[in-house]
T-cell receptor
Framework: ETGVTQTPRHLVMGMTNKKSLKCEQH?????MYWYKQSAKKPLELMFV???????ENNSVPSRFSPECPNSSHLFLHLHTLQPEDSALYLC?????????????FGPGTRLLVL | GENVEQHPSTLSVQEGDSAVIKCTYS??????FPWYKQELGKRPQLIID?????GEKKDQRIAVTLNKTAKHFSLHITETQPEDSAVYFC?????????????FGTGTLLAVQP
């Protein structure tokens, strides 16, 4: 499965560290998404990018900073995170942002904040 | 905003039995209802979806039903097999906005006992 890739797959960081998560989609899609998946909680939408423009910020704390340099790449920059930010971070993409469309997920980055 | 509730949170069945997972949604304007399957350590993958202009859709052993009046939809898996064991997520969204914003349920852990 190489449609949507994410790196790194696992990340351990201290609360004072700065790190970045990377997502790349090879499907020619125009919309990309960041989700947070925590145990026993629904998948939480964090950010949406349509044609490189951010169209949704779901009240995400500023310690998470997304970047979308082009429609194939999406980053999530992390700084001064808290232990409760430990979770699986999933990237997804879809063909068009305005219609009900299948979203294709990446394998996720398992993040542990110490 | 939209809220999606999913039940049960865990479901254990014997191989060959049927499994049913139910979801309710709050936004009557929702018109797209996908189901995702997430195997342990893997990414969520779409298994079936239904749009509001149909009441039922089948794909081999999997079916989804939608009751718009009651605002609920269900996933039915017949003749379950051990490889059906996974976490299943329902979701709801509506088109016409600026983004394809999926609201997910909390997930159902399905265990198929051989």
């Amino acid at each position: 499965e190489t449609g949507v890739t994410q790196t790194p797959r696992h990340l351990v960081m201290g609360m004072t560290n700065k790190k970045s998560l990377k997502c790349e989609q090879h499907l020619g899609h125009n919309a990309m998404y960041w989700y947070k998946q925590s145990a026993k909680k629904p998948l939480e939408l964090m950010f949406v990018y349509n044609f490189k423009e951010q169209t949704e910020n779901n009240s995400v704390p500023s310690r998470f900073s997304p970047e979308c340099p082009n429609s194939s790449h999406l980053f999530l920059h992390l700084h001064t995170l808290q232990p409760e930010d430990s979770a699986l971070y999933l990237c997804a993409s879809s063909q068009e942002p305005y219609r009900e469309e299948t979203q294709y997920f990446g394998p996720g980055t398992r993040l542990l904040v110490l | 905003g939209e809220n999606v509730e999913q039940h049960p949170s865990t479901l254990s069945v014997q191989e060959g039995d049927s499994a049913v997972i139910k979801c309710t949604y709050s936004d009557s304007a929702s018109n797209y209802f996908p189901w995702y399957k997430q195997e342990l350590g893997k990414r969520p993958q779409l298994i079936i979806d239904i749009r509001s202009n149909v009441g039922e859709k089948k794909d081999q052993r999997i079916a989804v039903t939608l009751n718009k009046t009651a605002k609920h939809f269900s996933l039915h898996i017949t003749e379950t097999q051990p490889e059906d064991s996974a976490v299943y997520f329902c979701a709801a969204s509506r088109s016409g906005g600026a983004t394809n914003k999926l609201i997910f349920g909390t997930g159902t852990l399905l265990a198929v006992q051989p």
